[in-house]
């Protein structure tokens, strides 16, 4: 919760106090003013964390993107920068882990942007069009579906194990999935921040998720 969250929980709870010590006291107009005020701060609360809630989703859940048969295999873009230059082996990797899952090949590479369906690239701070960017500064990445290609910006690769989930993770976004909830594999938002006790299968690859890019990409 953000500081306006958290000033509108304190209000309410002193208004409550309030009108506990002075129940006495207060005329039954004070008590209505004061009720009054202390529902009025509650829906103001309320819609905050319902907005925060939006913005969180509008991070993890981006919009899902559908290609054809005859796109396959996408071809992927890797942008060379030095962000991205170490790690070549967790991208290589990351797509054949994926090909393999779902039973074809399902990802390719070029050179020329101008032919992939997927950028990997480092952040810039905007999405498609130059559209200022209004995800999380904090997540590890996120993906921009652009009308003809899905664009994966990478903030933060601290490591090559971290790196290799991430580009897992957002590869599946650029091939159409969404996010998982907890205990679906790589497609969770949670394995952005693994912490002790996750699941074993965190980093597989669910099989709701390969039997579903095996309907959409092989042939």
């Known amino acids: ?12 709870v002193a208004a409550s106090v309030l009108l506990y010590v ?36 509008k991070v993890w859940h ?3 993107i559908v290609w054809k048969k005859d796109q396959v295999p996408l071809l992927i873009f890797v942008e060379k920068s030095p962000g991205l230059a170490d790690y070549h082996t967790a991208i290589m990797d990351a797509t054949a882990m994926w090909s ?43 993906t921009y579906y652009c009308g003809g290609h899905a664009d994966v910006q990478f903030r933060r690769l601290d490591d090559i194990h971290e790196a290799f989930r991430i580009v897992m993770h957002e590869l599946g976004h650029g091939a159409g999935l969404d996010d998982d909830g ?11 921040e693994p912490q002790a ?9 669910s099989n709701k998720d390969a039997a579903a890019l095996h309907e959409r990409l092989c042939q």
């Not at 039954?28 to 969180?56: C, E, H, K, P």
């Open 1 to 12: 919760m953000d500081v306006y969250t958290w000033l509108g929980v304190g209000c309410f």
């Open 22 to 57: 002075t129940r006495n006291k207060l005329t039954w107009r004070g008590r209505l003013i004061l009720v009054g005020g202390m529902f009025g701060v509650l829906g103001a609360t309320v819609y905050r964390i319902d907005q925060n809630r939006s913005a969180v989703e």
């Open 62 to 64: 981006p919009q899902a």
């Open 100 to 142: 393999r899952r779902i039973g074809c090949a399902a990802f390719g590479f070029t050179e020329d942007p101008s032919q992939a369906q997927l950028w990997l690239r480092t952040s810039t701070g905007e999405g498609c069009d130059n559209a200022r960017s209004t995800d999380n500064p904090k997540a590890s990445a996120s």
């Open 182 to 192: 907890p205990g679906d594999g790589i497609m969770w938002a949670g394995v952005m």
């Open 197 to 205: 006790g996750d699941p074993p299968d965190l980093l597989l690859i």
